[in-house]
């Protein structure tokens, strides 16, 4: 079992910046796949960016060259770096922990863009 606890959103600008984290409450060290995913009202969730244990990275088309993720596994944390953000970007952002033993999600932040 893990729990994660995600922090960061709020109210931006377009054109502003986020950094979402998620804490995890142990080790994401042998964690096979952190990602960061989003559901905007009345949308499927969908994937955003994804980092496996070795580092490999994985965007969505929508966000590649904007948003970064990054780990720190001393930390049991994960970021979401979101620079440029757009209107379409408002969404509630979750964070998934997949391991050996299941996939775990947190409750999300909100993330809000205005124009």
């Known amino acids: 079992q893990v729990q994660l606890v995600e922090s960061g959103g709020g109210l931006v600008q377009a054109g502003g910046s986020l950094r979402l984290s998620c804490t995890a409450s142990?080790?994401?060290?042998?964690?096979?796949?952190m990602g960061w995913y989003r559901q905007a009202p009345g949308k499927q969730r969908e994937l955003v960016a994804a980092i496996t244990s070795g580092g490999v990275t994985n965007y969505a088309d929508s966000v590649k060259g904007l948003f970064t993720i990054s780990r720190d596994n001393a930390k049991n944390t994960v970021y979401l770096q979101m620079n440029s953000l757009k209107p379409e970007d408002t969404a509630v952002y979750y964070c998934?922990?997949?391991?050996?033993?299941?996939?775990?999600w947190g409750q999300g932040t909100q993330v809000t863009v205005s124009s």
């Open positions: 142990r080790s994401i060290f042998n964690i096979n796949i």
């Open positions: 998934n922990a997949v391991s050996y033993y299941g996939s775990y």
